[in-house]
């Protein structure tokens, strides 16, 4: 739901509410995904997913640091669900 709030709220050009559910968003995908713990809730698959959806969102809303960091662990997620060689792992 906080992911469909986030996402929502940058479409409809209304940035202060999506910026205001972005922490509770980060939170979550962080309990959620494993980070940084690596103890994950998914399969790593949903997780890589939540990851890059993550990571797009803060580059939305101009935190280009923070996307960079959870690009790097969707690329980490993505191989362990889909192997080194595959094209979701770069």
């Not at 959620?32 to 713990?37: H, I, S, Y």
């Amino acid at each position: 739901e906080l992911l469909l709030i986030v996402r929502s709220a940058y479409a409809s050009q209304e940035f202060a509410v999506g910026l205001s559910f972005l922490e509770p968003l980060h939170s979550a995908v962080d309990r959620l995904a494993g980070v940084p713990t690596r103890v994950t809730a998914f399969h790593p698959c949903p997780a890589a997913t939540m990851l890059c959806a993550f990571s797009e969102l803060c580059l939305l809303y101009g935190e280009g640091e923070r996307a960079e960091v959870y690009a790097g662990y969707y690329v980490t997620m993505a191989t362990l669900a889909h192997g080194e060689t595959s094209a979701a792992a770069g």
